[in-house]
């Protein structure tokens, strides 16, 4: 049985077995020793002790949870020593047995002008900035979709801060020699002379130890680069001030006109900068398609997703401006969250609420007019009775929605024709159409349905519309009335029928709206026009 420890690395609690924490207590010494306590030797160690910690939390993820000497030699195989490198520039070749460690997408804090998302992706697929920059630009002005990925992007993907970061987010193995040399690259870049405090060039194995790292340059020199770099900094904060402000009065006004919308039914903002229907309320739209139990968690998913995007270009907004630190991570991954759970959520009860029409069936009726006597039949329309009530503001084809007393009833319009009977009866058909969730809950949408019609001699008085019962749901209820009439008889259609006439046949192939106010014989052709009523035109 072997003694274990516990120690903590770069805040990470890990067991580890004694000789394996003595073999790790050396290296770090040696780690030490060779990048001195200044403070970028201190950050580039700080850096290799963030690695190793990853390094130890995936090999203690399984079913051995204590650090043993074998994980300890893997790790420094894997990070390499201070002895086993003299040029930091040279690449390390692949160890074998070592699985390499995969890329990883962060926003870049060495290029950036905004918040360094076009840097990140450049890095990651090896792309000129420059060239991201120009296609977001480009895809801002396609409905905003630039705008909004630019957004996302900034939200959810963290920043590159460390070293090793850094090199995750270029591809490159977090090594001992690659975090030393990436640290060096970035004081070059930045214009910081790496020099030994003698002025001498510093020696080959690279020692931190003894030298002056960040030298000033000549005053002269400094100064201009910090005038440039200060005008820079003041024009980009300007551009940031100026999206940022777009951002909060866009998003503040979006969550004000959805919230208004969804609740009090009228949009409080005008028609800017975005407005939703004027007076349309969601809900009162809704009801009559999707079950009540339904309907409140869609709305409220419904909301989230057009919420959400608001919400994120308010923050953003802010964040512009006022420049405040947040953890952006937990931030941008709890809303990407809650608006993945919005739209599952959503989808769920849209599948449910498709179930609605899966089954569909229909029940035809008939009635023989009784009128031996008649050979000519008027066919009339009734006065609409809902006229004179208030109706939505949308509609469907051929359905309205009206407000009787404070209820809202959903009207269909039938379909007339007429067709030539096989026997001496005028007979008309009435077939009801409606969809359900099944056999029986279609038949019960279709035994709602509700229509009136009045026979008097020779005399047929339809109603303009049918009723889908005082509570029901539209489940695409349909009514299509047929008069079937035999050869010898006639039938008159006055104006108002144009209503409700669909596609009657006739051996003139005249148009529905053209055969009102005329006289039409059932011939053994088919439907004639009278001829007097053609002579006399």
């Known amino acids: 049985m072997k003694k274990t420890f516990t120690i903590n690395i770069s805040g990470t609690i890990f067991h580890i077995e004694e000789d394996a924490y003595e073999k790790l207590q050396g290296y770090f010494v040696r780690l030490k020793n060779h990048f001195g306590n200044s403070n970028e030797g201190r950050e580039i160690i700080n850096d290799i002790e963030g690695r190793i910690a990853e390094l130890f939390i995936e090999k203690t993820s399984g079913e051995s949870k204590v650090i043993t000497l074998e994980m300890i030699e893997e790790v420094m195989a894997t990070m390499g020593s201070p002895e086993d490198f003299v040029d930091p520039e040279a690449n390390e070749e692949p160890i074998p047995g070592i699985t390499r460690r995969k890329k990883r997408l962060y926003r870049s804090t060495d290029s950036r002008v905004i918040a360094g998302v076009c840097g990140g992706l450049g890095a990651y697929f090896k792309i000129d900035p420059v060239i991201l920059r120009i296609v977001f630009v480009l895809m801002f002005f396609v409905n905003g979709v630039g705008l909004l990925a630019y957004i996302i992007l900034w939200i959810a993907v963290p920043r590159a801060v460390t070293t090793s970061q850094k090199l995750e987010m270029k591809g490159e193995e977090v090594t001992v020699s690659n975090i030393q040399r990436s640290f060096r690259d970035q004081a070059q870049e930045s214009g910081e002379v790496v020099q ?100 409140t968690l869609g709305i409220i998913s419904l909301a989230i997703l057009v919420g959400i995007p608001f919400l994120a270009m308010f923050f953003v907004g802010t964040k512009l401006i006022f420049n405040f630190k947040t953890n952006n991570t937990a931030i941008g991954l709890g809303m990407v969250g809650v608006w993945l759970v919005a739209l599952v959520t959503l989808l769920i009860v849209s599948a449910g609420e498709a179930g609605n029409y899966k089954s569909q069936t229909s029940l035809t009726n008939s009635e023989t007019v009784m009128c031996d006597s008649c050979s000519t039949f008027y066919l009339k329309l009734a006065e609409d009775r809902y006229s004179g009530y208030p109706e939505s503001e949308w509609n469907l084809d051929r359905f309205k929605v009206v407000t009787v007393d404070g209820k809202n009833l959903m009207l269909g319009q039938p379909r007339f024709d007429i067709e030539r009977s096989g026997t001496d009866d005028v007979v008309l058909v009435f077939r009801k159409r409606a969809r359900g969730r099944d056999q029986a809950d279609a038949n019960e949408n279709i035994q709602e349905i509700v229509y009136n019609y009045q026979v008097s001699d020779s005399i047929i008085t339809f109603d303009p519309w049918f009723l889908n019962g005082t509570d029901g749901k539209w489940r695409d209820q349909r009514m299509d009335i047929v008069l079937r009439l035999p050869v010898g008889k006639s039938v008159y259609l006055s104006d108002e029928m144009v209503k409700i006439i669909h596609d009657i046949e006739n051996v003139s192939n005249t148009w529905d709206r053209e055969m009102v106010g005329k006289y039409w014989d059932m011939l053994p052709d088919g439907l004639t026009l009278r001829e007097k009523e053609v002579s006399s035109e």
Not at 199 to 224: F, H, L, Q
Not at 234 to 245: E, Q
Not at 266 to 284: C, E
């Open 196 to 295: 030994p405090a003698d002025g001498t060039p510093a020696d080959d194995t690279g020692k931190y130890s003894d030298t002056k790292i960040y030298a000033k340059e000549p005053a002269a020199r400094r100064n201009t680069g910090n005038a440039s770099s200060d005008a820079g900094k003041a024009l980009l904060r300007g551009i940031a001030v100026l999206f940022g402000s777009f951002f909060v009065v866009t998003g503040f006004f979006g969550l004000i006109a959805l919230i208004s919308t969804a609740i009090v039914g009228q949009s409080l903002v005008g028609s800017w900068p975005l407005s939703f229907s004027s007076d349309l309320q969601i809900n009162h739209v809704l009801e009559h398609f999707v079950s009540s139990g339904s309907l």
